[in-house]
């Protein structure tokens, strides 16, 4: 019998939500092991930290928390989030100290329309909605560069700074990234993103580093567009994307705009990864914690189990990363839908009918 392949997973489930739709990631990466006659096996070590942990100990991760994940295969992680810690607290704490500490640089998201799921726009179909969102995950307007001060004068003369950074190398390796992605897929056509008519100094260095990139790939069709224009022809050309590239503000709320586009934010899938492999890189569904319905068993699990096929392939298992896929498409179009796609399947149902559909191909 071949040997085992046994890649170690570090799980995150992290808040609300987070912690129904993870399992269902984690059974169908049993049932794909199970499947494997004993080719691949999943280990896990799972992580407590996340709004609860910071109420108990003042930490969102504890503080070797980095170092304990260094030697995962990869990291699950499901959503952060909770009424009683700010927002700013629980995603700088978790999220962002994992991703900026393992130089996750490039955050993929596709965009795409399954078989069964309806979409708001009225003329969308699986083939016009398919493109991937790249996202810059290291710097620019999540720097986290800035401070608040005068407030002893009175809170209405207070004053607050956040600055972006952008930097030649930030630009060019995603846009980088972006121009590879594009080689793979079925156009090859890269779009890049800035609002450099009003952000005269950071968004021209990005714009001049993505003509520069562009010139190295002739084989590959480019633009560039203001964000305010994307946000549009999300909507009105869908037809026209295929690899969209912005900054980590940009890119964050352009993925959130496809997700519905794509029929639920319930859907989109994300992958955090370090392209040069130096650390961990992270896969998570786009969604947060949403605790207006946790605890309801009624989240959508389609983001996160398309997430673990995007964590398979991140680990060379393509064909394993294709099956998931098939096995989403196969159970979206069966109908077997939670309530945010108009279904009446609970979290645990869509898990299971997506666990059974890997056995049946
Ligand atoms: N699973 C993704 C998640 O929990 N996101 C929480 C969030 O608020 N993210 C904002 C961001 O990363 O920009």
Redesign the pocket.
């Given at each position: 019998m071949a040997e085992t392949r046994t890649f170690r997973i570090a799980v995150i489930p992290?808040?609300g939500i987070?912690a129904e739709v993870v399992p269902e990631g984690l059974r169908v990466l049993d049932r794909l092991a199970a499947l494997s006659g004993g080719r691949l096996a999943f280990a896990y070590e799972s992580f407590p930290w996340g709004c609860q942990h910071y109420l108990r100990t003042g930490r969102m991760m504890d503080a070797d928390g980095l170092e304990r994940l260094a030697g995962f295969d990869a990291i699950y992680?499901?959503?952060?989030?909770w009424p009683g810690v700010p927002?700013h607290v629980?995603?700088w704490g978790l999220?962002?100290a994992i991703?900026q500490g393992f130089d996750q640089y490039a955050c993929i998201r596709p965009v795409r329309l399954l078989p069964g799921v309806p979409s708001p726009l009225k003329t969308a179909t699986a083939e016009t909605v398919d493109w991937v969102v790249v996202r810059e995950n290291s710097e620019g307007e999540?720097a986290g560069i800035g401070g608040r001060n005068l407030a002893g004068r009175g809170a209405d003369r207070e004053v607050a700074i956040q600055t972006a950074l952008f930097t030649a190398q930030g630009c060019e390796r995603i846009i980088r990234y972006a121009f590879d992605l594009a080689r793979t897929r079925r156009r090859r056509k890269v779009t890049g993103v800035t609002k450099s008519n009003a952000q005269q100094y950071a968004m021209t260095l990005w714009d001049e580093t993505f003509a520069r990139v562009a010139a190295a790939y002739p084989d590959v069709e480019t633009e560039q567009w203001l964000v305010d224009a994307m946000a549009a022809r999300f909507v009105l050309r869908p037809e026209t994307l295929e690899v969209v590239v912005a900054s980590?503000?940009f890119g964050?709320i352009l993925s959130d705009l496809g997700s519905a586009i794509g029929g639920s934010l319930g859907i989109a899938a994300?992958a955090n990864l370090d392209p040069e492999r130096r650390h961990p890189s992270m896969f998570?569904?786009?969604?947060?914690?949403a605790p207006d319905i946790a605890g309801q068993g009624i989240a959508n699990p389609v983001a996160a189990i398309w997430t673990v096929a995007l964590m398979l392939d991140h680990l060379g298992l393509t064909a394993e990363a294709a099956l998931v896929m098939d096995a989403i498409a196969a159970t979206t179009e069966a109908g077997v839908l939670t309530p945010d796609l108009g279904g009446s399947a609970t979290t645990r149902e869509v898990g299971e009918a997506i666990a059974a559909a890997l056995g049946s191909r």
């Amino acid at each position: 019998m071949a040997e085992t392949r046994t890649f170690r997973i570090a799980v995150i489930p992290g808040d609300g939500i987070g912690a129904e739709v993870v399992p269902e990631g984690l059974r169908v990466l049993d049932r794909l092991a199970a499947l494997s006659g004993g080719r691949l096996a999943f280990a896990y070590e799972s992580f407590p930290w996340g709004c609860q942990h910071y109420l108990r100990t003042g930490r969102m991760m504890d503080a070797d928390g980095l170092e304990r994940l260094a030697g995962f295969d990869a990291i699950y992680f499901g959503a952060v989030g909770w009424p009683g810690v700010p927002d700013h607290v629980s995603l700088w704490g978790l999220r962002l100290a994992i991703c900026q500490g393992f130089d996750q640089y490039a955050c993929i998201r596709p965009v795409r329309l399954l078989p069964g799921v309806p979409s708001p726009l009225k003329t969308a179909t699986a083939e016009t909605v398919d493109w991937v969102v790249v996202r810059e995950n290291s710097e620019g307007e999540y720097a986290g560069i800035g401070g608040r001060n005068l407030a002893g004068r009175g809170a209405d003369r207070e004053v607050a700074i956040q600055t972006a950074l952008f930097t030649a190398q930030g630009c060019e390796r995603i846009i980088r990234y972006a121009f590879d992605l594009a080689r793979t897929r079925r156009r090859r056509k890269v779009t890049g993103v800035t609002k450099s008519n009003a952000q005269q100094y950071a968004m021209t260095l990005w714009d001049e580093t993505f003509a520069r990139v562009a010139a190295a790939y002739p084989d590959v069709e480019t633009e560039q567009w203001l964000v305010d224009a994307m946000a549009a022809r999300f909507v009105l050309r869908p037809e026209t994307l295929e690899v969209v590239v912005a900054s980590n503000l940009f890119g964050d709320i352009l993925s959130d705009l496809g997700s519905a586009i794509g029929g639920s934010l319930g859907i989109a899938a994300s992958a955090n990864l370090d392209p040069e492999r130096r650390h961990p890189s992270m896969f998570e569904p786009v969604h947060g914690s949403a605790p207006d319905i946790a605890g309801q068993g009624i989240a959508n699990p389609v983001a996160a189990i398309w997430t673990v096929a995007l964590m398979l392939d991140h680990l060379g298992l393509t064909a394993e990363a294709a099956l998931v896929m098939d096995a989403i498409a196969a159970t979206t179009e069966a109908g077997v839908l939670t309530p945010d796609l108009g279904g009446s399947a609970t979290t645990r149902e869509v898990g299971e009918a997506i666990a059974a559909a890997l056995g049946s191909r």
